[in-house]
């Protein structure tokens, strides 16, 4: 009887080896797969911080394209400073060429007013030689009816002869007042051309600066869309970065479930510690 109880034993004590074998071996495995998850979570935190470090080496050379931007933008504004200077000066300039031609035009108006009287005065010494010229024929019938002597005539021909040099000195006075107004007149043509010549420089000036303003334009539309651009790459990256914290929350979840899976294999393996020590 005592030889079957310590058989019946012995053989509950095998089924139980062997089942604890099955056990032992079943946590094995269970093992294996968490080293192989540990593995695969070490791989993807690898590749994680190479992305994470790939994002810093981004987003370092955009912080370099902001700044050359910026410089870029400075530049662009101490330009257009310039530009506004030189306008203002283009300004002073065109309001100083309206004076001068204001003044040009009075002048002008002034000459045109000495002409008249000039015109007016050469009527006057038109009308006073047609009346000498009267009274010589005057004369010349005075002298026939009444038999004038020579020296009586002569004395009225001298008379005229004085009225008509005063005549002529006030002629050769308004030639040269009129020589005076003809240079006068070429000396405003010269400032007038000089005028022009000024205006179409400022011309070209004003067309080189408008080309300038727009390329200018240009530039900061291309600075827009690289801006733009940027902003763009800045959301990926920030959406990326989103997803690896996702990612990276995912991976704590898992580690803290295998942590757990471990204590409870932990607590497996005391439990079948403290089977064998009963047998």
């Not at 269970?30 to 810093?56: L, P, Y």
């Not at 394209?65 to 310039?82: L, N, P, R, S």
């Not at 600066?209 to 902003?231: A, C, L, R, S, W």
């Amino acid at each position: 009887m005592i030889v079957k109880e310590i058989g019946m034993i012995v053989k509950e004590i095998g089924m139980t080896v062997k089942e604890i074998g099955m056990i032992v071996k079943e946590i094995g495995m269970i093992v294996k797969e968490i080293g192989m998850i540990v593995k695969e979570i070490g791989m993807t935190v690898k590749e994680i911080d190479m992305i994470v470090k790939e994002i810093g080496m981004i987003v370092k050379e955009i912080g370099m394209i902001v700044k050359e931007i910026d410089m870029t933008v400075k530049e662009i504004g101490m330009i257009v400073k310039e530009i506004c200077m030189i306008v203002k000066e283009i300004g002073m300039i065109v309001k100083e060429i309206d004076m001068i031609v204001k003044e040009i035009g009075m002048i002008v108006k002034e000459i045109g007013m000495i002409v008249k009287e000039i015109g007016m005065i050469v009527k006057e010494i038109d009308m006073i030689v047609k009346e000498i010229g009267m009274i010589v024929k005057e004369i010349g019938m005075i002298v026939k009816e009444i038999g004038m002597t020579v020296k009586e005539i002569d004395m009225i021909v001298k008379e005229i002869g004085m009225i008509v040099k005063e005549i002529g000195m006030i002629v050769k006075e308004i030639g040269m007042i009129v020589k005076e107004i003809e240079m006068i007149l070429k000396e405003i043509d010269m400032i007038v051309k000089e005028i022009g010549m000024t205006v179409k420089e400022i011309g070209m000036t004003v067309k080189e600066i408008g080309m300038i303003v727009k390329k200018i334009g240009m530039t900061v539309k291309d600075i827009g869309m690289i801006v733009k651009e940027i902003g763009m790459i800045v959301k990926e990256i920030g959406m990326i970065v989103k997803e690896i914290g996702m990612i990276v929350k995912e991976i704590g979840m898992t580690v803290k479930e295998i942590g757990m899976i471990v204590k409870e294999i932990g607590m497996i393996v005391k439990e079948i510690g403290m089977t064998v020590k009963e047998i």
